[in-house]
């Protein structure tokens, strides 16, 4: 088996103060910057294989975005785009990159100048620091996050925390050393939303960022957040929320509860070994319902104003975008399809969504390789919106409206949840097994 290597870069990507930030509302302007935004790239090589994990300290990022990245990382530093994961952290702290209707518009001017340039000399970094390393990987709980979707009395949905309600402990702390035994980075997987400033106006990477650079100082390596599947998790704030009133105090109540537990997983590692990578992907698709009447759509769109914004704006915009294909005569779809792309480490699995997942259907893919850890990877190349479970519909509340109502003009099908389980298990193990999908330079 070839060595495994590794290269590890970092960049700035600190937006300018004055820009609006994503997550809340279309007006919310930045005032000052509370700590840096960052890409981190890993750039992982084992003989003629080659991959890339970035985490981008950001909220999300449009799929137009994120095709436009993978394309220049392919075409100027020959690493294939089906075997590169760009992820963004969610915060709701940072510029906006998603241009989501009734959030606010994407700030290209960002994106040209900032983030697409850090991003390529992150990588740039990490190709020049390739070395060969061994890793090490430790498992273990923290309740720095909870189920986000709290039932009120009168049988409301909001976002809260409820305690019973679905929720992964599991942070997985996974290190690289090289062969003088110097550890050269981490990698941090968990899942929670980067809400606890909630509608501050400080740029930040919110309480995610103050648990890697807690890591980061302990073990004196470069350290990166990956973020998992989080649509219905956030932090558990002491007020009992999952987002503050705008106090930026509260991504280090969270981010110091998530760094003691980070470092206490990082101390449980035992031994680090080589391992075989296996880097691939393969289309995913989800069936959609027929699409809604016209004299529905109608009916919808009188709902809202002229002055609607956030979940309301969205709404009206599907309503809007639903009578316009009736109006140009475009068929209806019967699915909608993503690449999803697999890197493997022996047991350790990584697999990604351009979605906000919901966190039991992370588990149970998980569950379906005994012997394995698959940790899935929400808002990973790309940005489609929040994908529920079918329990959890009849529920109602913000996510549930977001995954009926967002900019595609169908909804899921019934029972799109396990659709996509079933469909992400075929994905990986046909991958992990060496099927056709396996893709090298």
């Known amino acids: 088996m070839d060595k495994l290597c590794l290269g590890v870069g970092r960049a700035i990507i600190t937006p300018k103060v004055g ?24 750039y992982f090589s084992q003989g003629d294989r080659k991959a890339l994990m970035v985490s981008v300290t950001l909220g999300l990022i449009a799929n137009e975005i994120s095709e436009e990245i993978l394309d220049k990382i392919e075409t100027k530093f020959s690493i294939p785009r089906q075997n590169c994961m760009i992820s963004a952290t969610h915060t709701h702290s940072g510029p906006d990159t998603a241009g989501m209707v009734g959030w606010g518009e994407m700030d290209r001017d960002y994106i040209d100048n900032i983030l697409i340039c850090g991003i390529i000399n992150s990588v740039e970094e990490a190709i020049g620091s390739i070395q060969p390393v061994k890793i090490g990987y430790a498992c273990g709980e923290s309740f720095a996050a909870v189920n ?25 702390v996974i290190s690289f050393k090289n062969d003088e035994g110097e550890i050269v980075a981490n990698l941090i997987h968990y899942a929670g939303h980067g809400t606890a400033a909630g509608a501050n106006k400080e740029i930040s990477r919110d309480w995610h960022g103050v648990m890697t650079d807690e890591l980061e100082s302990f073990s ?116 909608v399809s993503f690449f999803q792309m697999v890197i493997a480490f022996g047991d350790l699995v990584f697999v990604s969504f351009p979605y906000e997942l919901f966190s039991s259907i992370a588990m149970r893919i998980d569950d379906n390789f005994p012997g394995k850890h698959v940790m899935s990877l929400s808002y990973t190349n790309g940005s489609m919106g929040y994908f529920a479970t079918e329990e959890e519909k009849i529920r109602g509340g913000y996510e549930i409206e977001m995954f009926n109502y967002s900019e595609k003009t169908q909804s899921y099908c019934d029972n799109a949840d396990s659709e996509l389980v079933q469909k992400t298990t075929e994905n990986v193990i046909e991958i992990l097994n060496g099927g056709q999908n396996s893709c090298t330079e």
């Open 19 to 42: 820009c609006c930030l994503f997550g809340y509302r279309p007006d919310l302007i930045s005032e000052k910057v509370e700590d840096d935004l960052t890409a981190t790239a890993f």
């Open 148 to 172: 986000r979707r709290e039932t009120r009395a009168d049988n409301r949905t909001v976002l809260g925390q409820d305690p019973n309600g679905s929720f992964d402990p599991r942070m997985t």
């Open 220 to 335: 004196g390596a470069v350290t990166a957040f990956f973020n998992g599947a989080s649509g219905d998790i956030g932090p558990r704030l002491s007020t009992g929320g999952t987002l503050s009133n705008g106090e930026i105090k509260y991504i280090y109540e969270i981010g110091r509860i998530g760094a003691d537990d980070a470092i206490r997983i990082f101390k449980e590692i035992g031994e680090y070994s080589s391992r075989e990578m296996i880097c691939a992907g393969g289309e995913i698709s989800v069936d959609l319902k027929e699409r809604i009447s016209l004299e529905k759509a109608k009916q919808i769109y009188k709902m809202y104003g002229e002055n609607a914004v956030n979940m309301d704006s969205a709404i009206k915009n599907f309503a809007k975008q639903v009578i316009l294909k009736y109006e140009k005569g475009e068929p209806e779809l019967k699915a």
